[in-house]
């Protein structure tokens, strides 16, 4: 039985940086952020967005038209949380109308939390072949204002439904994966923005890349059609690729190069997301490239600083270009606000300020989208 991806959808805020922009304002080399990590552009959420609208966003087109009784499971990854204790995947329950019998849960690992709910919801779809999962990876990278990883934040989230006999890809059951305790990158509880030894983290992310990928070819066929990667900034990903490059055949790097390209496409325009980051990879290389045909094998690689490093593969089924509404993706990009410097430090502002029991949030997002009204009483508000 085939169990993987059967649906897939992707949202970003309606509101982008420029990377020049910033360079400029905060008196670097633009070449620095364009060439040097290779990004355009990263998306910015207002304070009326958060871990849980991001998600229910990208959900709402993944749930619409499938019967929501079948739906089993709710995983929720992200480690932009928004409570220490409760779930955002009830609160996505409740904005999406899911039943009530399914279980539903968070899931945390740095930016490895999209792929840690992804093979758990496959074991639960091969335990529960009737059921299908509802997964979201949803997240808002921060680092500071006039902080090294600046340049590196972004905001969104990707959805999936994982069901067997998938109409966009089987999820291979030949993971290669490594774990060690390292403080690469973190953020205390008493903390809005994250700590990252920055240089100390791309040698581990690069480490593990080849720890995993070594051990995965030395028990199976390196015939990739393409090759994806976790993308906090699109350089890293492509030094772990050309590591890649090494072990593989040399006639296919040409046609790897081209597919790599086209993957990070999405990623270099809206920045860096967390756990959603490879999923919007997946997506961006499927929707630009029509070579793509069923039976091509894909190799991904999901990291999340703390760390966990997992290689494994996917094959794309026969529906696969059908079953992802390209049009909606490109448009949500193109639709996007260019920011001021001054607009994105007072959306930022906003966001870190975000403390009080009792808070109303203005509105900045479209009225169709499912929107963070604020707090009252300590209770979080959603538009429904």
């Given amino acids: 039985m085939n169990v993987g991806i059967d649906r897939i959808n992707f949202y970003t805020p309606e509101f982008y940086l420029d990377l020049k922009d910033l360079a400029e304002a905060r008196s670097v080399d633009p070449n620095k952020y364009l060439l040097g990590l290779m990004q355009k552009q990263m998306s910015v959420a207002p304070a009326d967005q958060d871990s849980v609208t991001l998600a229910a966003n990208a959900a709402k087109r993944v749930v619409d038209g499938i019967d929501k009784d079948d739906v089993g499971l709710i995983i929720f990854a992200t480690e932009s949380s928004i409570d220490q204790s409760k779930s955002g995947s009830l609160y996505l329950q409740e904005l999406l109308k899911l039943s009530n019998s399914a279980r539903s849960f968070e899931i945390k690992e740095a930016c490895y939390g999209g792929t840690a709910a992804l093979m758990s919801a496959c074991d639960y779809v091969r335990t529960h072949p009737n059921k299908k999962a509802l997964i979201t990876a949803s997240d808002i990278a921060r680092y500071g204002l006039n902080t090294p990883g600046e340049v590196t934040q972004g905001a969104g989230a990707v959805a999936m439904i994982i069901s067997k006999d998938p109409n966009i890809a089987a999820i291979s059951q030949d993971n290669e994966v490594y774990s060690e305790q390292i403080m690469d990158f973190w953020r205390p509880n008493y903390q809005k923005n994250a700590i990252a030894n920055g240089h100390y983290s791309q040698e581990k992310y690069l480490e593990f890349f080849k720890t995993v990928f070594e051990e995965y070819i030395n028990k199976n066929k390196s015939d990739f059609a393409a090759l994806l990667f976790h993308v906090p900034y699109s350089k890293l990903a492509y030094k772990a690729f050309k590591i890649a490059c090494e072990k593989i055949d040399p006639s296919t790097r040409e046609m790897l190069?081209?597919?790599?390209?086209?993957?990070?496409?999405?990623?270099?325009?809206?920045?860096?997301?967390?756990?959603?980051?490879?999923?919007?990879?997946?997506?961006?290389?499927i929707i630009q490239d029509p070579s793509l045909k069923k039976g091509d094998k894909l190799g991904l690689f999901s990291y999340g600083s703390g760390a966990v490093g997992d290689f494994f593969s996917i094959e794309l089924t026969d529906r696969f270009k059908k079953s992802i509404d390209k049009k909606t993706i490109v448009e949500q990009i193109k639709r996007r606000k260019k920011l001021s410097i001054q607009e994105y430090e007072q959306f930022f502002k906003e966001q870190t300020e975000i403390e009080a029991k009792e808070i109303s949030i203005e509105q900045k997002t479209n009225l169709k989208d499912f929107r963070f009204l604020g707090i009252k009483k300590d209770q979080r508000q959603y538009s429904h």
């Fill in 257 to 285: 190069k081209k597919r790599f390209d086209l993957s990070i496409d999405l990623n270099q325009k809206v920045g860096n997301i967390y756990t959603a980051s490879i999923y919007l990879s997946l997506i961006s290389l």
